[in-house]
C-alpha cells in the first residue's frame, strides 16, 4: 500500500503544480521538475524513494525517443543535412570538448567529464519548440537554425545512449573495444530494424488498420515500440535506442500521425514521471553548500554556450551577428536528453550522485530561465547589436517565375480546407490564382495533382511579392492561426492598400482587431462559413449573384460532394474509427513506366470491396476532372484518389504490379 500511497500523493501534486505552471504560461517540464524537487527527499519528503516509479521514467524516455525518431525520415535528413550535420555536429563537437576539457581541469575523471559535458552540450527540444511556436517564430532564420541545431542534438543523444553503457561495462585496460563493439551493435540492429519495417512492419499495420479498431491499433503500435527496445536492451544497448530506431520505421509509414497521436498521451505523461525523478535527484540544501559551483555551472551554459552557438551559425550559416546570438540564445539551457544521460551515467556508476546533484541543480535552473531568454531574445539582441530583423532572403524563383505573367489574380495565403474550397470555386470561373502554405507534405501532394500551390510563408514581404502581390485583384487568408494572419494583413496593408483582403477566422472574437488593420470583409469559420466566403469571393470579383446563388443551393442539393476531399497535411488526424467516411481524403500516385495498369481502363481498375473515386487525371497540362471510365491509363499521368489511406495502399499495388 506505500507504493500506492506515494502515487497517489505524487499525481496529486502533479496535477495542482502543472495546472499551476500552465496558468502562468510556464512549460510543463519546469512544474513535474518543480514537483519532484518539493515532494522528494532532497525537499519536503512527502516520498523517501522513487525507485518504484523509476521503470515508468525510463519508459517516459522509450516514448519521447520515439516520438522523435517519428519525426526523422532519410530524405528530410538529405534534404536538411547541411544545416543538420554541419551547424548541429559542429555545435554538439564543440561544446562537448569545451566543457569536457573544463570538467577535467577541475578534476574529474576522464569518464564523468565526458558524460557531464554530452549532458550538458543538449539543450531542451521541449521548451524551444513549444516557446517559438507561441512566439510564432519558428519560420524565422534564427527558428529554422534552432531546430536544425536541436535535431542532430536528438541523433548525438542516441549515440551518447549507445557509448555510455559500453564505457560502464569497460575492462579497465581499453575502452576501444566494448565502444567499437556497441558501435557495431548499434548500426548493426539499426539495419536489421529499417529491414523489419519495409518487409514486415507495414504490411502488418495495414492489416491491423484495416479492422478499424483504435484500441488494435495502439496495441500494435506499443508491442513495435516496446518490442524494440526490449531487442536493444538485450544487445546490452539502451532502451532508448530502441523506441529511436522503432520511431524511425513507423516513421516511414503513411501511420506516421495517426502513431503520433495515440503514443502522445503514454509519452507526456510517462516523461512526467521522468522529470519528477529528475526533479526528486535535486536537494534545495544542496545550494547552500554547493551554491558556487550551481551558479558557475549555469553561467557557463548560459553564457558559452550562446557565444559558441553565435560563433557557429555565423561561421556556418553566414547569418548576422544579431541572428546568430539569438539562436545562441534560444539554445541556452540544458534539456531532457542531458537528464537521460545523466540517469544512465548514475545507473552504470560512472558519476557519482554528489557531482550529479550539482549537475541537475544547473540545469534544471537553466531550463527555468530558458523561457525568459527565448521570449526576450529579439529585444535583447536589438539591444546589443542595434538590429535583429531578418535580413533580406532571395526571392523564392520558382513561385516568382510562375507569377511572372499573371495579373489580376487572387492570392490565397493558406492551402488547407478552406484554402483548398476556394481554389476549386475560382479554378471553375477561370479566375487564376495562386496559394501559399508552410506545410511541405500538403504542397507535394497538392502540387504533383497539378495546383497552383507553393511553399512560402505569406508574413515574409519577399513571398508575397514573388507572388504577384503589386498584380494581384484580390488576397484571401485563410488560415487558421488567427496572430499569423493579422500579421499577414499587417505586411499585405504595408505594400498595398488598394487590394481588397478577405480574411477567414474561427469566430469574431478579433474581428475589430483585423477590421483595424485593414481586412475588407472578415468571414467566420466551418464549411458553411467556407461557402460564405466562397460566394463574397465571387461576388466581388464580377461573377452574376444568379449564378453563385445556383452553385451554392447545387453544392447542398449534391450534398457537398463538390468540395469533398481534401489533400491532407501534418496539421491533419488520420482518424482510426468505424466511420470510414472519417478518413476519406485526397491522394496522388504518378504513373511509372513499367506499372502494371499501363493501357487499362480506368474501369478496370474497379474493385467490388473498396470504396473509392478517381476525381481527377493529369496528363502533361491537360487535367480532367471525374475522367470517364473507358479512358485508358497512360505513362507519367497522375491520378487523384479519393479514399481511405488503406484504401490508396491496396489500389497503388494493383495499379504498379497488379497484385
Not at 502513431?259 to 529528475?278: H, S
Not at 536589438?382 to 526571392?395: G, I, T, V, W
Request: hydrophobic share 50%.
Amino acid at each position: 500500500m506505500e507504493h500506492f500511497d506515494n502515487i497517489l500523493i505524487l499525481l496529486a501534486w502533479a496535477v495542482a503544480i502543472v495546472a499551476l505552471f500552465r496558468r502562468i504560461h510556464l512549460p510543463p517540464v519546469l512544474g513535474y521538475l518543480f514537483v519532484g524537487t518539493l515532494i522528494g527527499p532532497g525537499g519536503l519528503g512527502f516520498i523517501q524513494s522513487l525507485e518504484e516509479l523509476s521503470i515508468f521514467a525510463e519508459f517516459g524516455v522509450v516514448f519521447l525517443m520515439f516520438m522523435i525518431g517519428l519525426e526523422f525520415s532519410f530524405p528530410r535528413l538529405m534534404a536538411m543535412k547541411r544545416a543538420l550535420l554541419g551547424l548541429g555536429g559542429l555545435q554538439v563537437l564543440t561544446c562537448t570538448l569545451t566543457a569536457g576539457l573544463a570538467g577535467w581541469y577541475f578534476g574529474l575523471s576522464p569518464q564523468t567529464a565526458f558524460i557531464a559535458a554530452g549532458a550538458l552540450a543538449l539543450s531542451s527540444t521541449v521548451v524551444v519548440a513549444k516557446q517559438l511556436s507561441e512566439q510564432n517564430e519558428l519560420h524565422t532564420v534564427h527558428g529554422h537554425l534552432s531546430i536544425s541545431i536541436l535535431l542532430f542534438q536528438d541523433l548525438a543523444a542516441v549515440l551518447f545512449l549507445i557509448i555510455i553503457p559500453a564505457m560502464g561495462r569497460r575492462e579497465e585496460s581499453s575502452l576501444f573495444i566494448p565502444l567499437f563493439f556497441a558501435l557495431v551493435k548499434g548500426i548493426g540492429v539499426t539495419v536489421a530494424l529499417a529491414l523489419a519495417g519495409q518487409w514486415i512492419l507495414r504490411p502488418l499495420l495495414h492489416e491491423v488498420a484495416k479492422a478499424h479498431s483504435t484500441e488494435l491499433f495502439m496495441l500494435a503500435v506499443l508491442l513495435v515500440a516496446l518490442s524494440a527496445a526490449w531487442i536493444t536492451q538485450q544487445l546490452e544497448l539502451s532502451l532508448a535506442l530502441g523506441g529511436f530506431l522503432a520511431g524511425l520505421m513507423l516513421g516511414e509509414t503513411e501511420f506516421r500521425h495517426q502513431i503520433g497521436i495515440d503514443i502522445r498521451p503514454f509519452r507526456d505523461v510517462l516523461l512526467g514521471l521522468f522529470f519528477i525523478t529528475i526533479g526528486a535527484l535535486f536537494q534545495i540544501t544542496l545550494l547552500s553548500q554547493h551554491w558556487i559551483w550551481v551558479l558557475l555551472i549555469l553561467a557557463a551554459i548560459i553564457c558559452l554556450k550562446t557565444l559558441i552557438i553565435m560563433g557557429l551559425t555565423m561561421l556556418v550559416s553566414h547569418v548576422s551577428p544579431a541572428k546568430g546570438f539569438r539562436t545562441g540564445l534560444i539554445l541556452a539551457q540544458g534539456g531532457e536528453f542531458g537528464f537521460a544521460i545523466l540517469t544512465v551515467g548514475i545507473n552504470q556508476k560512472l558519476i557519482d550522485l554528489q557531482q550529479t546533484q550539482v549537475l541537475v541543480a544547473a540545469l534544471v535552473l537553466s531550463i527555468f530561465a530558458a523561457p525568459l531568454l527565448i521570449r526576450y531574445n529579439k529585444a535583447l539582441a536589438n539591444y546589443l547589436f542595434k538590429s535583429a530583423e531578418d535580413p533580406p532572403q532571395e526571392e523564392p524563383h520558382q513561385l516568382a517565375e510562375h507569377t511572372a505573367e499573371l495579373k489580376n489574380h487572387v492570392i490565397i495565403c493558406g492551402f488547407g480546407r478552406v484554402g483548398q474550397i476556394l481554389s476549386r470555386f475560382l479554378e471553375h470561373e477561370k479566375i487564376p490564382s495562386v496559394s501559399l502554405d508552410l506545410d511541405p507534405t500538403r504542397i507535394s501532394t497538392s502540387t504533383s495533382a497539378g495546383e497552383h500551390a507553393f511553399y512560402g510563408d505569406a508574413r515574409r514581404a519577399e513571398v508575397l511579392a514573388a507572388a504577384g502581390l503589386a498584380r494581384a485583384r484580390m488576397v484571401v487568408i485563410s488560415f487558421a492561426d488567427e496572430p499569423a494572419a493579422l500579421e499577414t494583413l499587417k505586411h499585405i496593408r504595408d505594400l498595398r492598400l488598394d487590394v481588397p483582403v478577405f480574411v477567414r477566422t474561427r469566430n469574431d472574437s478579433n474581428l475589430k482587431a483585423f477590421q483595424k488593420a485593414g481586412a475588407t470583409e472578415v468571414v467566420p469559420e466551418s464549411l458553411e462559413a467556407s461557402l460564405m466566403l466562397a460566394s463574397h469571393l465571387l461576388l466581388t470579383l464580377g461573377v452574376p449573384a444568379s449564378r453563385i446563388l445556383f452553385k451554392i443551393r447545387a453544392i447542398h442539393a449534391d450534398r457537398y460532394r463538390m468540395i469533398q476531399g481534401f489533400f491532407k497535411g501534418e496539421d491533419d488526424p488520420t482518424l482510426l474509427d468505424d466511420a470510414e467516411s472519417l478518413r476519406m481524403s485526397l491522394h496522388t500516385l504518378t504513373i511509372p513506366e513499367d506499372a502494371y495498369a499501363i493501357g487499362k481502363t480506368i474501369e478496370a481498375l474497379n474493385h467490388a470491396e473498396l470504396t473509392f473515386t478517381i476525381k481527377t487525371l493529369i496528363r502533361g497540362s491537360v487535367r480532367f476532372s471525374e475522367p470517364s471510365p473507358d479512358m485508358e491509363i497512360q505513362a507519367r499521368d497522375v491520378l487523384v484518389f479519393y479514399s481511405t489511406p488503406e484504401t490508396f495502399y491496396i489500389m497503388t499495388e494493383k495499379i504498379l504490379r497488379g497484385i
